[in-house]
């Protein structure tokens, strides 16, 4: 069941086996295991419950309703903007539902270089199988891709890149590209199609408008969480307690280690907060000489790995070029120029295509905390990474020229143009500076990270802290580096793999 | 000069304090030394429309600058001010706080950055071209974190309305053109009661 909060009229108590933080990809997974585990199970979700009836195609009236802090969240210095779904769902609700299983060379470098002999993909295979099957994963066909996405098919063809068609988790895609606003019809396996309903109809409650406020522990033991209501039928914000014998925290890398922090639980090694990998993302945009209208189709609809190069001694480096595109307010907010140049450039939407450039970043960013207000993101872009970036828009440019663009417009703030295929002298001489270009971070990962050894990191292989027994942590927070590729189905393998070890240890923890 | 060294001081201050960095709708956000600034708009001229949130006087920069960064006519910054008041309205406090001190200081930014006379609003076209593409190519950082604020909220303002779709061939939504319903489900909300019944604390 799902609570509607408009009847909320006085302080509430609940008690459950299980309260489960965040109904995002970890959270809607665990959830679901456990509740057809046969456990009782509490869902606070900080977002509310949106329909598809509600996801109305207009980014106006979307992002606010359906984005952390209306939209984004900006890194300290204005370097990165970290966008985060904050719904029923999460951030797989209004995702690009790219299902890329986690490498097996980042996997071996995680169970080698941080004592996680469990985490090999042989043995988190099982629960991947399961995951892609309940999402409904399948490969995107040749018919699917749209003519932006085939515009970086082509020209990595045309020069020779290794790439592929990738999978996801849509099923009868009617192609109206609305994937970022929410599927108004419904056909993404998304959490709040696949997993909360599957979870609900096993007997667990979503409680959304929830904010968690605080994890209660008694004698090193988690006890249950304290929240406050966004939303009630007088406007009063009225405080939920639940007591549960387990308490598994979901609420994304930069919200998972905020409730850790205020709850003041403890943090011996003093990793919380630290680690912090964004995989950030920069579009190269380009102007081909028909018109592609790339925000029709399926977003992502290709993705080239030539430049990503993982090892498992290191994790490796690299990056993805991945197809991306947006709609005319977020375009015009991120297509350089000023002016009657910007103007003009706007002219040329329908012509215009772009390519997504996915860092698998070294860089380590951290959090700061603070009692009154969201964590701050401090992320400054590592020299490793930057080179990495700037031959990424080289290739992305590359790619593009390759692929019959007349121009290529690069993501500074004011306009810098690529007249012709191999002069790329601006991108080497212009570089990367702090916020110029802007990077985007749909993926943030590494806050509360997994280890076998506790003075290294905060939660053990199974997701269990070191520090707080009965608290597990089920979310991108515990990779240990950043996973290289779209995480959603590393987060939920991952998520399965701890609901798994509570279910087999039920002994231990529901005593 | 002093004036102007303060300002730079003050926000270079601000860039590390970690309260001031936060944005709201894609990047709205403001030097907070903007609240030392004037704010009254005892020098700017009735609108014709009644103001949901912005001032008279918040209303005059954000379209003006929102035609000068989009490029448009003149005359489009009455439609443009006008939408972006309705949706400010119903922003959460932080963003409307942040939006209205980041559009103080841009109207008066001209005295610290250009050493002008004039406020903002009072710059010819050409000059206000000149004092934004200024906070656009800044070396300062946290300038250029204002411009992009600005552009956003203008690219709002103008790009959000169905109006602007013609312009850049944009077909606009399927809702209300495109008949295909969801075949799926979405379960109702339960009342409090039924939550409690199941799992109310005894």
Not at chain 1, 1 to 25: F, H, K, R
Not at chain 1, 111 to 140: C, M, N, T, W
Request: aromatic share 8%; proline share 6%; charged share 20%.
């Amino acid at each position: 069941m799902i609570l509607d909060t408009a009847t909320v009229d006085s302080n509430v108590a609940l008690e459950s086996d299980v309260c489960v933080i965040g109904s995002g990809a970890g959270g809607a997974v665990v959830a679901r295991e456990l509740a057809e585990a046969g456990r009782s199970v509490v869902v606070l979700e900080d977002g509310s419950y949106v329909r598809s009836g509600d996801f109305v195609q207009r980014e106006e009236i979307i992002y606010p309703r359906i984005y952390r802090e209306s939209g984004t969240t900006a890194s300290a210095e204005y370097a990165v903007l970290v966008s985060q779904g904050r719904l029923v769902g999460g951030s797989t609700v209004p995702g690009f539902c790219l299902c890329v299983r986690p490498p097996r060379a980042i996997l071996a470098h995680w169970a080698r270089s941080f004592d996680l002999p469990g985490i090999g993909y042989e043995g988190l295979y099982p629960h991947l199988r399961k995951v892609e099957k309940q999402i409904g994963v399948r490969r995107i066909t040749p018919e699917q891709v749209n003519p932006n996405s085939g515009k970086l098919l082509f020209g990595s063809e045309q020069l020779g890149y290794r790439g592929y068609l990738p999978f996801h988790n849509r099923s009868g895609c009617l192609d109206s590209g609305y994937c970022a606003l929410g599927c108004t019809y419904d056909r993404k396996g998304d959490m709040l199609t696949t997993y909360v309903p599957a979870a609900s109809k096993a007997g667990a409650v979503v409680v959304p408008d929830c904010e968690a406020r605080q994890i209660v522990t008694q004698n090193g033991r988690a006890i249950g969480v304290d929240g406050l209501f966004n939303r009630s039928r007088t406007g009063t914000r009225y405080p939920l307690k639940v007591r549960a014998k387990v308490v598994v925290l979901a609420a994304g890398a930069i919200n998972s280690p905020r409730i850790w922090r205020a709850s003041r639980l403890p943090d011996p090694a003093d990793e919380v907060g630290r680690n912090l990998r964004l995989q950030p993302h920069v579009a190269v945009s380009a102007l081909y000489p028909e018109s592609i209208t790339a925000w029709r189709g399926i977003p992502q609809g290709y993705v080239v790995d030539e430049f990503l190069r993982l090892d498992e001694r290191s994790a490796g480096h690299g990056y993805l070029l991945i197809p991306t595109f947006a709609f005319p307010v977020a375009a015009a907010s991120v297509l350089p120029g000023y002016g009657a140049q910007h103007r003009e450039l706007m002219t040329l939407y329908p012509r215009l295509g772009a390519i997504g450039i996915f860092l698998h970043d070294h860089t380590r960013g951290r959090l700061e905390f603070s009692d009154d207000a969201p964590p701050t993101v401090v992320y400054r872009l590592g020299s490793m990474d930057s080179e990495q970036l700037v031959e990424a828009m080289v290739h992305a440019s590359e790619v593009s020229f390759a692929a019959g663009a007349e121009k290529v417009f690069l993501p500074y703030n004011d306009i810098v143009t690529i007249g012709r295929r191999g002069a790329y002298q601006a991108i080497h001489e212009r570089g990367i500076r702090a916020n110029d270009p802007l990077f985007i971070s749909y993926q943030p990962q590494g806050t509360l990270r997994m280890g076998g050894n506790p003075r290294q990191s905060v939660v053990d292989g199974a997701g269990e802290a070191h520090a707080v027994r009965n608290l597990f942590v089920a979310d991108a927070s515990v990779f240990p580096t950043s996973v290289a590729v779209p995480p959603q189905l590393a987060v939920m393998t991952l998520a399965t793999r701890t609901a798994q070890h509570i279910v087999a240890n039920a002994e231990q923890y529901f005593r | 000069m002093r004036d102007r060294a303060t300002a730079l001081g003050a926000l270079q201050v601000d860039l590390t304090r970690r309260q001031l960095l936060r944005t709201g709708f894609g990047g709205v956000l403001l030097l907070s030394f903007g609240t030392l600034l004037p704010s009254g708009c005892a020098r700017y001229l009735p609108i014709a429309r009644p103001l949901k949130f912005l001032s008279r006087k918040e209303f005059a920069v954000v379209t003006q600058a929102a035609v000068r960064i989009l490029g448009l006519p003149d005359e489009r910054g009455d439609e443009i001010g006008g939408f972006i008041d309705a949706l400010l309205t119903d922003f959460p406090p932080t963003t409307q706080n942040q939006a209205r001190l980041m559009l103080r200081v841009l109207e008066h930014g001209t005295h610290f950055f250009d050493l002008k006379p004039k406020r903002f609003t009072r710059l010819s076209p050409a000059e206000q071209d000149v004092y934004l593409r200024g906070w656009m190519e800044s070396s300062l950082g946290a300038r250029r974190i204002v411009f992009r604020a600005l552009k956003t909220l203008a690219a709002l303002g103008y790009y959000a309305q169905p109006s602007a779709w013609d312009t850049i061939s944009y077909d606009g939504p399927w809702i209300g053109r495109i008949d295909v319903a969801s075949e799926f489900v979405h379960e109702d909300p339960v009342p409090l009661a039924a939550v409690m019944a199941r799992f109310g604390r005894r």
